[in-house]
Every structure is written in structure tokens, then in C-alpha cells.
């Protein structure tokens, strides 16, 4: 074997290891979750919000030209959702402000990705994904509430 090619596999060699270190840093140290395409559900049609659990809440998301639904959500800061998202016509893209959530949402099918919303405040999404003539207008937000503890916050559209 020529040094040259010796030099070229132990560079392939280096540069396999790096990223392979770099995809589990990312994995393990900081949290990072693939998004996952449901197979064995039925595509939904109308947006719900409900609480599986304490601070646990699972969203079906329905993107359609030139909205999602819901646009607006409300939880409390602290909660984790299951974010189910899907399309009614065209292919769209759904990311979140702040958040490592980046979907696509596809006619026919359902991605899912779990996020957790641990400080109050807005988080704006938007469609990424270019849909047509209103596709700047095709964004919402989700509104993290402080926790009261008077005052319960449920999952509200």
C-alpha cells in the first residue's frame, strides 16, 4: 500500500471516530432527540391537547395551508409534550423557537418528538418549509405560564 493511501484511510479512519464522538456527545451530553415517524397510527384530522399526566400533555398537531392548529397553546412551565404533527394538503415544516424541535409534516404521515418547556415565556414556530403564497403568515406559539399554586394552569388551547 502507497503512503499516500495509508495517510488517506487513517484520515477516513480519524474523521469516522470524530463523528461518531460528536453524534453521542450530542445524544448523551446535551439531550438531543431524533424525531421519530409514527407508523402504526392512523393520520389525524382535528388538533386536541390533553394531559396524560402530571406535567405531561400530548398535542396532535394539524398543519394545513396557511395555519396550524392550534396557533396558540398554553401549559405550565415545567410540562413535557408529546408533539404529534401532521398535514391535511401540502408538505410542511414545523420548528420552534429556542427549542431543538424541527419536524416536517407530511401528508399521510405523523412525526413525533418529545419537548420539555422548562422556563416561562413564549416560544414562536413556524412553518419552515415552503408552502405557497401565505406561507409567512403560518406560524403560532406556545405561551409557558409561570406555575401558580393557587391557581392551577391546565392544557388550554
Not at 487513517?10 to 456527545?25: D, E, H, Q, R, T
Request: charged share 20%.
Amino acid at each position: 500500500m502507497d503512503k499516500s493511501e495509508k495517510l488517506a484511510l487513517s484520515l477516513s479512519g480519524l474523521l469516522l471516530i470524530v463523528f461518531f464522538g460528536a453524534i453521542m456527545y450530542a445524544a448523551v451530553a446535551e439531550d438531543v432527540d431524533v424525531p421519530t415517524c409514527i407508523t402504526d397510527m392512523d393520520p389525524f384530522t382535528t388538533d386536541t391537547l390533553f394531559q396524560t399526566s402530571e406535567d405531561v400533555y400530548e398535542l396532535h398537531m394539524v398543519a394545513r395551508m396557511w395555519a396550524f392548529q392550534p396557533s396558540t397553546i398554553r401549559l405550565p412551565a415545567g410540562s413535557t409534550v408529546d408533539l404529534y404533527v401532521t398535514s391535511q394538503d401540502i408538505i410542511h415544516g414545523f420548528k420552534v423557537e429556542r427549542k431543538n424541535v424541527n419536524l416536517m409534516a407530511v401528508p399521510g404521515a405523523i412525526n413525533y418528538i418529545r419537548v420539555k418547556f422548562d422556563e416561562p415565556g413564549e416560544y414562536f414556530f413556524a412553518c419552515h418549509e415552503f408552502c405557497g403564497a401565505a406561507h409567512h403568515t403560518m406560524a403560532g406559539r406556545f405561551i409557558i405560564e409561570e406555575n401558580d399554586d393557587n391557581e392551577p394552569i391546565g392544557g388550554k388551547l
